[in-house]
């Protein structure tokens, strides 16, 4: 007999804890989701991810609904926005860490990043990252300009907010947004610098040999307007 199947909710307490211990994730800020099927697992409103429990986690449907458990956070229309966008989309992690929500208060490098490619595996790992306006946290705008983003993307900064990744797993969108953090504080430590940013020829052969987004537009799904 195999190794029981870990569950996703089991998977969803888990990488609260690594989320905290990455010091992604200052008190009780941040939230993160997984895809079950055609159910979404979400950390609960004011939870702190670190100690989350089974009934803190809301359980909603693919059009955003509650149907079980906690009251969800706030952000839910971030994580609804990922998984309407693309269907590979399995995991969102939402987290106000101290270097992305720096960058996120700089003017953007360019259009369709705000971070610009200082190292090979900020493009391979998570690719473009481009800026979304501001708006207050919990907006349903948020999820709209997620959604509607005309970037081919798995990661976005929210304008003096923080950063919003998503993954294939759990594991790899926490990856992505440890990545993302990273090269942001590079960002951060080289501003003012002459610094060497990667060209767009070693740009371009990076994205595709990795399958990572760099310059590419893809033009939005034609979806329902999510519940407000």
Not at 67 to 75: H, M
Request: aromatic share 4%; with cysteine.
């Amino acid at each position: 007999m195999g190794p029981a199947r870990v569950s996703a909710l089991d998977e969803l307490l888990a990488a609260g804890v690594r989320v905290v211990e990455e010091g992604l994730s200052p008190g009780t800020s941040g939230n993160i989701s997984v895809r079950d099927g055609d159910r979404i697992l979400l950390s609960g409103t004011g939870v702190s991810l670190g100690r989350m429990r089974p009934e803190q986690v809301a359980v909603l449907d693919l059009d955003g609904r509650l149907v079980d458990g906690a009251k969800p956070s706030k952000e839910w229309p971030l994580h609804l926005a990922f998984y309407q966008r693309d269907e590979k989309h399995r995991a969102v992690v939402h987290v106000h860490s101290p270097s992305t929500v720096a960058v996120s208060c700089l003017e953007p490098w360019a259009g369709h990043s705000a971070v610009p490619p200082l190292t090979p595996y900020f493009v391979m790992r998570v690719g473009q990252t481009p800026l979304l306006p501001y708006r207050p946290p919990g907006d349903p705008g948020l999820g709209e300009d997620l959604r509607d983003s005309p970037w081919e993307l798995r990661a976005a900064l929210l304008a003096n907010h923080g950063s919003v990744v998503a993954g294939t797993t759990l594991g790899e969108a926490v990856d992505r947004a440890v990545e993302l953090e990273e090269a942001c504080r590079i960002t951060l430590l080289t501003s003012g610098h002459a610094r060497r940013e990667l060209d767009e020829v070693a740009t371009a052969a990076l994205a595709r040999q990795w399958a990572s987004p760099w310059g590419t537009r893809t033009p939005p799904p034609t979806l329902s307007a999510p519940r407000r």
